[in-house]
């Protein structure tokens, strides 16, 4: 795959508006909430993961092996499909796997990937679990009933993706975010220090 200029400027236009509101350079230099990204590998295609199969406790066997549009670990590297994560319009759903893998980053950030970053001082806990908790409950049993759902249902896998998959819609498709589950929204607001429906009333 050759990493164009145009797809060089594409993911870092991305990373740029993740980080948008949370780095103040002017401020801080210290760039305090990306201390653990590392780089960005990019493959033209899902890839595999490098896991093994594995039995749990029960001598069951628990597939980890397959292939990935995206992963990441606290200190290493960020991969990314791009075939998964460039922009198209025929994606159902919000598909943005680099804000997805920068999301997991940030919710690392604690020592714990459960969908609760480290939350801004103006932050309340309690807001910030029960409009997360309440949406990934909701999503969850309507996904389990097999309801249509405008939010992507693997956002039902974790809290953590749940998280990461509210950050794709949270950029890529505010609007869908907002109507299914305003409250998560509102929280995402006061994280990201962005409100993107506001900056597409403005381009209106």
Do not use: C
Request: hydrophobic share 40%; aromatic share 12%.
């Amino acid at each position: 795959m050759l990493l164009t200029d145009q797809i060089m400027v594409m993911l870092a236009t991305q990373v740029a508006i993740v980080i948008y509101g949370l780095e103040n350079p002017e401020d801080d230099l210290s760039l305090d909430w990306i201390r653990n990204w590392q780089q960005i590998i990019i493959y033209p295609a899902p890839f595999q993961n490098g896991r093994e199969n594995l039995l749990n406790y029960d001598g069951v066997s628990v597939s980890w092996k397959g292939f990935e549009s995206g992963e990441t670990s606290y200190q290493g590297e960020i991969i990314i499909d791009w075939q998964d994560d460039q922009p198209h319009a025929l994606h159902r759903n919000a598909s943005q796997v680099l804000m997805h893998e920068l999301a997991h980053k940030l919710d690392m950030l604690d020592g714990n990937i459960n969908g609760h970053p480290p939350l801004h001082a103006n932050m309340n806990e309690t807001d910030w679990f029960e409009a997360f908790e309440t949406a990934y409950e909701d999503l969850t049993r309507a996904a389990r009933h097999g309801k249509e759902t405008a939010i992507n249902p693997y956002a039902t896998t974790s809290p953590a993706e749940f998280f990461a998959v509210m950050t794709e819609y949270f950029f890529e498709s505010p609007q869908t975010l907002e109507k299914s589950y305003p409250k998560v929204y509102q929280q995402l607001v006061a994280f990201y220090r962005q409100n993107p429906l506001k900056q597409e009333t403005r381009r209106a």
